[in-house]
């Protein structure tokens, strides 16, 4: 039944591995890398490919017990297998070095064939006696015995009666039936039908009388009407015009550009944007604490032992943490996050896989259980946070020019989170390290989102004094099929010889089938360099359901065999939230994928770098 039985330390030692059919890949490894490494051990089952996998710590020893099966085999004994193995194990081997796949195979297998023969063997289940029943309470005999005293009392009681179960369920259909209408609302409905709206009468003097309309004069072809010759009359500002010029470029850079900031060029002349400015600051009442030294007292006062003796032991590294100490702090250190904005649902998982890599562990000399609490999810905090994959943009569109080819980047989101403004401030960072971009208008839905781009196009063509930056809109109108626009956008790029082409999408909820339907065609169509979500910073556990759901969505819709998902995102409104980066980290935690941006203002000049230390101070701090 079982494929996979393996003891291995949090370092990546085996000890103990039986192996009851070949496997294929290496669930192991791919449960160490993405669900242990992770921070992702709230929960102990883990699907990859054809194997479900569970596992149990012994964190004492710093052990991981792992046992891999068929995902299609429903095992009830799982759980009980892998807390009989751990408990022997430990109580065999505690303080023994040996080799371990040798002599503790045979206990194994004892194990084994045990919790097997016990999982097959039928329960057997003796029916109620009927005193046990609701319906003898209602008979004479059980009448009489409610008057004497006899009544025998139900042992379980968290069976149901089948009586008690009918009764409920005609109830619940008593309720779900439709009420009839009642007369008051007939009386509303024929009181609305009895006083209809005045109609207007002909006779009415109020309405004033139709203008004739005047007669316009022919214009015949080959010929320019009076109003149309002054219109293109530029005579009279001809020597106006550069100094109109220079004005208004003036006006378009003290708008939409601020100076303090821009960001600086490095030795290599790159362009990077600035850091999200971090405050400083070390002071011990700015820290996450944990008072849990007064419930402690409490607790050593009530032990068998002394109370000096017991205090004493807190402190000098013999206090082992167990589910008592640990859940006050856990459930503090929750509470604390979610009022930071992390969503609810990623609060409880994240507290409980530190609660996990915690149980068991024995505290150093006077060492605190809130400081190694806070140390624990401090690391849980960066090693999730931290990307995975590079975040260096320039390289990548680096390497596709030099397959002649440009780089593509796909925005979408919800609505009003943003888009269209941030890809603008993606274009001009981009201007300023000399990029040829093309920005394609494939939102065909929203009325003004055409001309919006038509107007960041305009000003940072304006902005674009030096270098050798250019920009260009493709748009197509309204009503399109945006993935039509995309492909000829792309083609059109190809042609060209543009760098990048930034694709801007109709914002659309994570709810709407068909846009969700359209956003997949487009992205299977054209394969985008990168998928980049524009989510709010303001979001709480809203930001759970629409990445989910977006990610979702681009698999399901796609066709492919390897569909898309969301390669990062970029953080709007940034600067509204304060120390509030809860949603940074729900973020991440849910796509594994990185933040690129964070955008804090309504300048072009409003992006920035989002540092993982500045993630971390401000979810930790008071």
């Known amino acids: 039944m079982l494929d ?169 259909k008593l309720q779900g039936s439709p009420r009839p209408a009642g007369a008051k609302g007939r009386r509303a409905i024929k009181s609305n039908k009895s006083s209809p709206a005045p109609s207007p009468t002909l006779n009415d003097d109020t309405t004033g009388k139709k203008k004739k309309s005047q007669k316009q004069a022919r214009v015949w072809d080959g010929q320019i009407a009076k109003g149309e010759m002054e219109a293109l009359d530029y005579s009279g500002s001809a020597g106006k015009e550069d100094e109109d010029r220079e004005d208004n470029i003036e006006a378009i850079a003290a708008q939409f550009v601020d100076e303090s900031k821009l960001g600086q060029k490095n030795e290599k002349g790159i362009y990077e944007v600035q850091d999200v400015l971090q405050q400083e600051d070390e002071e011990e009442e700015d820290e996450l604490d944990f008072d849990e030294d007064q419930a402690l007292d409490q607790k050593v006062k009530k032990g068998t032992q002394s109370g000096l003796f017991s205090y004493f032991k807190s402190f000098t590294g013999q206090r082992e943490m ?111 390290n000399n990029y040829k971009i093309l920005i394609a208008a494939c939102d065909t839905f929203r009325s003004g989102a055409v001309e919006q781009l038509r107007v960041h196009a305009r000003n940072l063509r304006a902005l674009q004094t030096s270098g050798s930056g250019i920009v260009e809109l493709f748009e197509r109108g309204y009503g399109k099929d945006s993935a039509g626009i995309a492909k000829d956008a792309i083609n059109y790029a190809t042609v060209n010889q543009f760098d990048v082409v930034l694709v801007d999408t109709a914002g659309r909820m994570q709810d709407n089938e068909p846009l969700m339907r359209a956003l997949s065609k487009l992205v299977s169509v054209n394969q985008p360099d990168k998928i980049i979500f524009v989510g709010e910073a303001l979001v709480g556990n809203e930001a759970v359901d629409q990445l989910t759901k977006f990610n979702q969505a681009l698999k399901d819709f796609s066709g492919l065999q390897n569909p898309r998902h969301i390669d990062g995102m970029i953080l709007t409104k940034f600067d509204t939230i304060d120390d509030k980066v809860g949603a940074a980290l729900s973020m991440t935690y849910i796509t594994g994928q990185p933040i690129y941006f964070v955008g804090t203002g309504q300048t072009y000049t409003d992006l920035k770098n989002l540092k993982v230390s500045h993630v971390v101070h401000s979810l930790l701090k008071k």
Not at 71 to 100: G, M, S
Request: aromatic share 8%; glycine share 4%.
């Open 4 to 172: 996979l039985f393996t003891i291995l330390t949090k370092g990546g030692f085996v000890l103990f591995q039986k192996t009851y059919a070949p496997i294929n890949g290496s669930p192991v490894q791919d449960l160490i890398k993405n669900v242990l490494i992770e921070e992702r051990a709230a929960t102990n089952t883990y699907t990859k490919d054809n194997y479900a996998l569970k596992w149990t710590f012994a964190n004492e020893l710093d052990l991981v017990f792992v046992v891999a099966y068929q995902k299609i085999l429903h095992l009830t004994y799982i759980d009980e297998l892998l807390e009989t193995v751990k408990r022997l194990f430990l109580q065999t081997y505690q303080d023994v070095e040996t080799d371990y796949s040798s002599s503790f195979a045979p206990i194994f297998d004892k194990v084994l064939t045990q919790i097997e023969q016990k999982s097959t063997e039928p329960r057997q289940r003796a029916p109620r006696k009927f005193e046990n029943t609701k319906k003898f309470e209602t008979s004479l005999k059980g009448s009489q015995a409610q008057n004497t005293g006899t009544l025998p009392t139900v042992t379980n009681t968290n069976t149901v009666d089948e009586d008690e179960i009918t009764k409920n369920i005609r109830a619940l």
């Open 322 to 432: 167990t589910a008592e100490t640990l859940d006050p702090v856990m459930m503090t250190i929750k509470e604390h996050l979610i009022t930071q904005n992390v969503a609810t649902e990623i609060a409880e998982h994240l507290c409980q896989s530190v609660r996990t890599s915690l149980l068991g562990k024995k505290l150093g000399s006077f060492e605190r259980i809130s400081t190694a609490v806070r140390n624990s999810m401090e690391t849980a905090l960066k090693r999730i946070l931290t990307p995975k994959t590079s975040l260096d943009i320039l390289r990548d569109i680096e390497q596709a020019k030099s397959e002649k080819r440009p780089y593509t980047m796909c925005f979408i989101g919800v609505n009003g989170v943003g888009k269209s403004t941030n890809l603008s401030k993606v274009c001009f960072w981009l201007l300023q």
